[in-house]
């Protein structure tokens, strides 16, 4: 099995690079091939530029590093891992979305004129892993919980991907030492012994 992990955070001491060391640890000791997309160390530019629209209108890739992120195709599980800044993914996650996850790569128009087809045929499943250091209670009430919205079903429901998975984690700051080491050591056993 292979897994594509799309990771996003620029500060190598952070709580979301110790997830992706437990995360791919964890994938490693269930036999993974596991492929990363490391945003900030790969320099990823999230911006669209008017050739990379000519290209989305066309439904092919002209930027050398979107074509090189085209390995997704051969994922069957997909992985984020991203914290969550006033509320919502990082800059480099969103123009991943937007400049990777394009027409002819990650989905196609229905023939019909409605809908979006699926074009990863590999992918069984999804999972996005957060951390932000609000209450869960108070992301889910006051702002809405805008990363279900936006990533889960505007995102990859639209495109017809069903097996999605958000892994929250909250008031990371504030919780104590113990409670984040064992986060850590469940998302470890978690996928090692991942099933899609």
């Given at each position: 099995?292979?897994?594509?992990?799309?990771?996003?955070?620029?500060?190598?001491?952070?709580?979301?690079?110790?997830?992706?060391?437990?995360?791919?640890?964890?994938?490693?000791?269930?036999a993974?091939?596991?492929?990363?997309?490391?945003?900030?160390?790969?320099?990823?530019?999230?911006?669209m530029?008017?050739?990379?629209?000519?290209?989305?209108?066309?439904?092919?890739?002209?930027?050398?590093?979107?074509?090189g992120?085209?390995?997704?195709?051969?994922?069957?599980?997909?992985?984020?891992?991203?914290?969550?800044?006033?509320?919502?993914?990082?800059?480099?996650?969103?123009?991943?979305?937007?400049?990777?996850l394009?027409?002819?790569?990650?989905?196609?128009?229905?023939?019909?004129?409605?809908?979006?087809v699926?074009?990863?045929?590999?992918?069984?499943?999804?999972?996005?892993?957060?951390?932000?250091?609000?209450?869960?209670?108070?992301?889910?009430?006051?702002?809405?919980?805008?990363?279900?919205?936006v990533?889960?079903?505007?995102?990859?429901?639209?495109?017809?991907?069903?097996?999605?998975?958000?892994?929250?984690?909250?008031?990371?700051?504030?919780?104590?030492?113990?409670?984040?080491?064992?986060?850590?050591?469940?998302?470890?056993?978690?996928?090692?012994?991942?099933?899609?």
């Amino acid at each position: 099995m292979r897994t594509v992990i799309v990771f996003n955070h620029p500060y190598e001491g952070s709580y979301c690079n110790a997830i992706l060391k437990a995360v791919t640890q964890g994938l490693e000791n269930s036999a993974h091939e596991v492929d990363l997309m490391h945003l900030d160390k790969d320099q990823f530019h999230p911006r669209m530029t008017s050739d990379d629209l000519k290209a989305f209108v066309e439904h092919r890739a002209v930027d050398s590093q979107v074509i090189g992120y085209c390995i997704l195709k051969k994922a069957d599980h997909l992985i984020f891992i991203f914290p969550i800044w006033w509320d919502i993914m990082p800059a480099a996650t969103k123009g991943f979305i937007d400049r990777v996850l394009s027409p002819g790569l990650a989905y196609d128009h229905h023939p019909r004129g409605f809908g979006l087809v699926p074009l990863l045929d590999n992918l069984k499943s999804i999972t996005v892993i957060t951390t932000m250091n609000k209450p869960k209670i108070m992301y889910s009430l006051l702002i809405g919980n805008l990363i279900r919205k936006v990533m889960i079903r505007s995102v990859f429901k639209t495109m017809g991907y069903k097996n999605v998975k958000w892994l929250s984690f909250t008031s990371v700051k504030s919780v104590s030492h113990e409670k984040r080491v064992k986060w850590l050591n469940n998302l470890d056993k978690r996928f090692s012994n991942f099933k899609y």
